[in-house]
Antibody, heavy 117, light 106 residues
Framework: QVQLQQSGAELVKPGTSVKLSCKAS????????MNWIKQTTGQGLEWIGI????????SYNVKFKGKATLTVDKSSSTAFMQLSSLTPEDSAVYYC??????????WGQGTLVTVSS | DIQMTQSPASLSASLGETVTIECRAS??????LAWYQQKPGKSPQLLIY???SLHTGVPSRFSGSGSGTQYSLKINSLQSEDVASYFC????????FGGGTKLELK
């Protein structure tokens, strides 16, 4: 069955970067685009961007350009998101989600990122 | 950017009641809309795609409708397991989520 296994919680200092991972299994990794979504505690969902694992092509929410960088490693069926120049406002749960016909049919369990000195 | 305005932000309803949640897009999204359910501590789950198509395994008491800029999610005969937050998402132009609706039991 389709599974998206995300990396564990991160506690990071302001001004640093963090790289989150999302390992896919149960399907052909290059067949479906992967999205990344931010959810702040008790708040709504924000779309960060999307990557085509086959080509590496990306599109970003303008709000996250320069903040998030999406990449993949096809050999390990893993998608990555690097967040840079972290501030407390970047503290959130981050999800990866596989897209099918543009809707998000499978979600990872989420990774909690806490930015604190 | 397409903005999605979801209402109400919170909703209290009784078991067996019919509930409707609305989403309004800032421009025509041509039925490029999905609805998700998120229970506390869990990841969101797809309910409806293409505005009115029920995702596999989703109970038939959930339905979606709408066109143009106005869309709605209806839950018939509310069950206790439907207590959750609900989000709409447009995918006509990039992707944008609505602000969410928290559904509680009265």
């Amino acid at each position: 069955q389709v599974q998206l296994q995300q990396s564990g919680a991160e506690l990071v200092k302001p001004g640093t970067s963090v790289k989150l991972s999302c390992k896919a299994s149960g399907y052909t990794f290059t067949s479906n685009h992967m999205n990344w979504i931010k959810q702040t505690t008790g708040q709504g969902l924000e779309w960060i961007g999307i990557i085509n694992p086959g080509s590496g092509g990306t599109s970003y929410n303008v709000k996250f350009k320069g903040k998030a960088t999406l990449t993949v490693d096809k050999s390990s069926s893993t998608a990555f998101m690097q967040l840079s120049s972290l501030t407390p406002e970047d503290s959130a749960v981050y999800y990866c989600a596989r897209e099918r016909y543009s809707s998000l049919t499978y979600w990872g369990q989420g990774t909690l990122v806490t930015v604190s000195s | 950017d397409i903005q999605m305005t979801q209402s109400p932000a919170s909703l209290s309803a009784s078991l067996g009641e019919t509930v409707t949640i609305e989403c309004r897009a800032s421009e025509d999204i041509y039925n490029g809309l999905a609805w998700y359910q998120q229970k506390p501590g869990k990841s969101p789950q797809l309910l409806i795609y293409n505005a009115n198509s029920l995702h596999t395994g989703v109970p038939s008491r959930f339905s979606g409708s709408g066109s143009g800029t106005q869309y709605s999610l209806k839950i018939n005969s509310l069950q206790s397991e439907d207590v959750a937050s609900y989000f709409c998402q447009q995918y006509y132009n990039y992707r944008t989520f609505g602000g969410g609706t928290k559904l509680e039991l009265k």
